[in-house]
Every structure is written in C-alpha cells, then in structure tokens.
C-alpha cells in the first residue's frame, strides 16, 4: 500500500485543554518518507519534533512528548486521526505547546483531513507485523497484544465501581474510525476533576470539550453519541498512543480499563521488540543495511549517522528538503553559544567565513550519500572556487544553506554550486570540489 500525505494546508482553532491556551493547528503537506513530525511556531527557529515513544514525557491524562526544550502536549487524538486515517506524511504547525481539545473527540481533527483531501504517494508503506504476544498486567488492569494480519482492538472500559462498564471489539480502517471511534468524547470522573486542576491540568476543560460521569450520572452538554461512547474514546487514545511506533503496526490489542501510561508501556514493548528483529544477524543478512539515505527531511541524528564529523565541527543542524540526487537545502543555527565566537571576535562576534564553506561543504557531501553508500566513506573537501562573502553572519542568524551538484566523476569526485543565506538573503557563496574516500585510507 502506498503513503499518502494531503493535497493542501488546512487550519483549525481552539482552546487547549489542559494549558487553556488559545492555539491554531495547521496541517501542511509533506513529501514521502517525512513522518508525522510538529512544528512549534510559536518558538524561534520553528523547531520540529517527530513524534517517538522513546521521547514521552507525561502521561497523566495525555500524552506528552520533549526534544530538549521543546514540549508537545496532549497530542494523542490528532495523531489518532492522522494515524488511522492513513496519512504516513503531514507537517502539523501549532503556535502553542498543545493542540486544541476542540470537543474532545478526534471527529474535528478527521473532518480537516478530509477537507485537506488525502493523497497517495510514490513510496509503499511501512508496517510492523508483531512478532510474539506482548502483555502487561497491573491489579484490575492489563492489555495484551497479539500477532494478527490487521490492527484489531478489543477493549473494555469500567470505572472503580463498575457502573459504566463497556465493551468492544473492532477491526481497525479508516471508515470505520472515522465514523465509530473518531466522534467518541473525552470523559471524566467528577471526583477527580479538584486534584486535576489543583495537579495543573484541565485549565481549559468545560463541559464542551468532555463528559463528565458523576456517580451513575452523565453531565454532558449534548447526548451521548453512542451508547458506549467511553470505551470508544479508549480505543481512540490507545491508537494515537501506539502511533508512536512510526510505523504502521499489525496486532490484535486487548485491553482491560487502558489509560495513557499503560498504553505507552505497550508501545514500548512493541518498539523493543521491533528493534530487536532488525538488529538480529539473520535479518542483517536477508537485508544488508547501507547509509544511502532516502529521506527528504534528516535531524541531527540522521546526520551524524551519515558524517564522520563531531562537536565542535559539526556545521549543519538540520536537512529541511532534498530534491533529487542533485539539490539539498539544509540550515544551520548560529547561536553565541558557538566556541568559535570566543576569538572571533570578542565583543563583535562574526561567523568566520570559512566556516561557512565547511557548511556548504558539508551539505554537498551529504548529498552524495544519496547516490554512494556513507558506510565506511568520508567526503574530503578539495577546493573552493568563486567564493564571495556578502555579509556578516552574527549570533541569532539562522544559515540556510543550499547546495546542488554540478557534476560528478566515477561517483568519487564532485562538483558542487553552493550558497548560504540569511533571511532569504545570499550572505556568502562558492563552488566547490570534493572526493569520498574510505575512511580505512584516509590517515
């Protein structure tokens, strides 16, 4: 089956849940191979962030992720829409640090995906068939996940006192998500509602955004929408918690009274054991591994897995796009915290701008590993031709660098035009020459 990613941005306001802050969520095409990955706005630099189990960071009613300073929260039921709703590819853009609870489901979230009109992609998808049943027991609670050719959720919700107890079971695709599990509502207990705003959360809970379930009563600003609205609002967290595999996963899940922290125990338990089965020696050698790397979005550590080069030298903090084999556009953070600015100079600190031709440099070479394996190799920087310096890079600038190969000898030797720029604007530009060499040979 193919990825898919959306034919047009698309954009909804609100009100976020429990930080109460006012926030607009853009949804915004993506080439094949990006991933769902958010974007903070609101934040210099616009940092990024590709959702991960391994980067959870609360989950007391919601799930909440951290890369470094950068925090995302409450974002179960926008990655359950996108996730069930097949879009492997979307950048989600948010001037805040949570998305909106809108009316507490995840039907809004599905109705702006449909809007932005879902489209297929050249590249297949990736799938996770379980490999061996999972499980996890804890008092009156437990959820087992068993390998089954689909995704298949069964699950029972019950409160303390087995009043509202419900039961479900369903297989997993976008039609029935969307009009089974999707308009299901978040829901509360009305004695937990004082020590979850007292904890800091809730600050922009209403009635219009949840149910709340006061003894066998039911406070809700309209009727239920199913008769077991709560176990389907279940089902609809533990697929936005399991999204945080990366891949499309294949399993029967049953679940017992499932919540935030349970489900993610569950995902990293299916993570583990997908790393496992690539790591193991047969797999490696059914599928030999190269560094060819086919992504059009690399972070930092994609980087380093490509480049010989470390802290202090490393010039290129993130690929924003690759065109092809031959066009890269990659940027560069410049903040006052680099070691270079303690000479140079002190009191008027300036990027040197030889820097800036390792930071062409670099961008070029990576570039090569999209037609050379980087296992074992390093791009040595021959020569610069044609080099113009423009303008002063200083502390707080933001280097755009865009490099494309020019010509290319026996998949060795390069030619590369390349241009750094501030704000759109050029600031220094070259020509370069580079060689891959084993890295064996190079000393």
């Known amino acids: ?24 969520l853009t949804l915004k095409p993506a080439p094949a191979n990006t991933g769902i990955v958010f974007r903070r706005t609101d934040i210099y630099g616009k940092p990024e962030i590709k959702p991960s189990i391994e980067l959870v960071d609360d989950l007391v009613r ?41 009316d507490g489901s995840s039907k809004l979230f599905v109705n ?20 061996s049943p999972l499980s996890i027991s804890e008092g009156n609670r437990s959820i087992i996940a068993l390998p089954y050719d689909g995704l298949k959720i069964t699950c029972t919700s019950a409160d303390d006192r087995g009043i509202h107890t419900q039961h479900l079971s369903l297989d997993i695709d976008a039609e029935t998500y969307a009009s089974g599990i999707a308009p299901a509502r978040t829901f509360t207990v009305y004695e937990d509602i004082e020590a979850l705003l007292k904890m800091g959360k809730i ?3 209403s009635l219009d955004s949840a149910i709340v379930i006061k003894g066998d009563k039911i406070l809700s600003k309209e009727p239920l929408r199913y008769q077991d609205e709560f176990v389907r609002h279940k089902i609809l ?26 489900n993610a125990k569950l995902t990293s ?46 010039m290129i903090d993130r690929i924003i796009d690759v065109r092809g084999e031959d066009e890269i556009t990659a940027i560069k953070n410049v903040t006052i915290n680099e070691p270079f600015f ?38 040595f920087f021959m020569s610069a031709d044609k080099v113009k310096f423009r303008k002063p890079v200083i502390p707080g600038d933001q280097l755009e660098i865009e490099a494309k190969i020019m010509q290319v000898k026996n998949n060795k030797i390069a030619t590369a035009e390349a241009v750094c720029k501030v704000g759109g604007k050029p600031v220094s530009s070259a020509t370069l020459m580079f060689t891959l060499v084993d890295s064996a040979s190079a000393y």
Do not use: C
């Not at 089956?1 to 909804?12: A, C, D, H, Y």
């Not at 609100?14 to 607009?24: D, E, K, P, R």
């Not at 891949?247 to 922290?261: E, T, W």
């Not at 790397?293 to 480049?307: H, Y």
């Open 1 to 24: 089956m193919k990825q898919r990613t959306i034919l047009r941005e698309v954009s909804i306001s609100g009100t976020s849940l429990h930080t109460a802050a006012n926030v607009t």
């Open 237 to 262: 967290d533990i697929l936005g918690d399991i999204s945080l595999l990366g891949v499309r996963l294949k399993a029967h899940i049953i679940a017992i009274r499932p919540g935030h922290a349970f």
């Open 342 to 379: 303690q000479g140079h100079f002190p009191g008027n600190p300036v990027m040197p701008g030889v820097l800036q031709l390792e930071a062409m440099a670099q961008a070029a070479g990576i570039l090569m590993f999209r037609r050379v394996s980087a296992e074992g190799k390093i791009a």
């Open 269 to 314: 338990k299916i993570f583990e054991q997908m790393k496992d089965a690539e790591a193991s020696p047969k797999k490696k050698e059914a599928l030999p591994q190269t560094k060819i790397f086919t992504e059009n979005f690399l972070d930092i550590r994609r980087i380093i897995d490509l480049m010989p080069h470390r802290y202090p030298f490393i």
């Open 203 to 205: 600050q922009g809970g």
């Open 112 to 131: 702006l995906i449909l809007q932005a009109e879902p489209v297929e992609q050249d590249a297949e998808r990736k799938y996770y068939e379980l490999k």
């Open 62 to 102: 919601n799930t909440s992720i951290a890369q470094g300073h950068v925090k995302l929260h409450t974002i179960e039921h926008v990655m359950s829409a996108l996730w069930s709703m097949d879009i492997d590819n979307v950048y989600v853009e948010m001037n805040a640090a949570e998305p909106p609870i809108l």
